[in-house]
T-cell receptor, first 116, second 112 residues
Framework: EADIYQTPRYLVIGTGKKITLECSQT?????MYWYQQDPGMELHLIHY???????EKGDLSSESTVSRIRTEHFPLTLESARPSHTSQYLCASSPGLAGGPLETQYFGPGTRLLVL | QKEVEQDPGPLSVPEGAIVSLNCTYSNSAFQYFMWYRQYSRKGPELLMYTYSSGNKEDGRFTAQVDKSSKYISLFIRDSQPSDSATYLCAMSARNYGQNFVFGPGTRLSVLP
């Protein structure tokens, strides 16, 4: 069973607030990802990381930022929340076995964000 | 045109039915194909993956890939109410997670 955690699970916040969504995994995985998922829509990759001190932007343009200071921790920050940021945010990790079998991703339960 | 298309459903079937879930895609470079199951208010979990064309079976689940038609399917035999979830297909040209392209998902309800 995957051990990847996200907090908070639900967040309702006002416009302009700074928020940080937490993601932690205890599997020692090198690769971590943040996805955005709207109801009935595809998952869109917004950030990923190969390891400590490595972060990259994904395909979907996002006003959020991430950091990877520790292997197990990959927080996502919105400096100034807006209603357009309302969505579900999913964190995932994978062992990142180069040249091996498919890079299995393990997903956290998600954070549902509502910006008023 | 989206890279990956998937019938959004919802799809309702009686318990014990055979379910067929399908995705079509446009990028002929895709060669890794995955199916994820996502229960309500949970993150997706990997069900099956296949490389290139062919079939793969795991218990009641069979994944099928037809690269010539750019079409993949997931079959569920003897469906159970516990199979009620959203099923997402995902695919990639390269074996790297950051290259995965997900479909929008099909909601399945298996009625007792």
């Amino acid at each position: 069973e995957a051990d990847i955690y996200q907090t908070p699970r639900y967040l309702v916040i006002g416009t302009g607030k700074k928020i940080t969504l937490e993601c932690s995994q205890t599997m020692g995985h090198d690769k971590m990802y943040w996805y955005q998922q709207d109801p009935g829509m595809e998952l869109h990759l917004i950030h990923y990381s190969y390891g400590v001190n490595s972060t990259e932007k994904g395909d979907l343009s996002s006003e959020s930022t991430v950091s990877r200071i520790r292997t197990e921790h990959f927080p996502l920050t919105l400096e100034s929340a807006r209603p357009s940021h309302t969505s579900q945010y999913l964190c995932a990790s994978s062992p990142g076995l180069a040249g091996g079998p498919l890079e299995t991703q393990y997903f956290g339960p998600g954070t549902r964000l509502l910006v008023l | 045109q989206k890279e990956v298309e998937q019938d959004p459903g919802p799809l309702s079937v009686p318990e014990g039915a055979i379910v067929s879930l399908n995705c079509t895609y446009s990028n002929s470079a895709f060669q890794y194909f995955m199916w994820y199951r996502q229960y309500s208010r949970k993150g997706p979990e990997l069900l099956m993956y296949t490389y290139s064309s062919g079939n793969k079976e795991d218990g009641r689940f069979t994944a099928q890939v037809d690269k010539s038609s750019k079409y993949i399917s997931l079959f569920i035999r003897d469906s159970q109410p516990s199979d009620s979830a959203t099923y997402l297909c995902a695919m990639s040209a390269r074996n790297y997670g950051q290259n995965f392209v997900f479909g929008p998902g099909t909601r399945l309800s298996v009625l007792p």
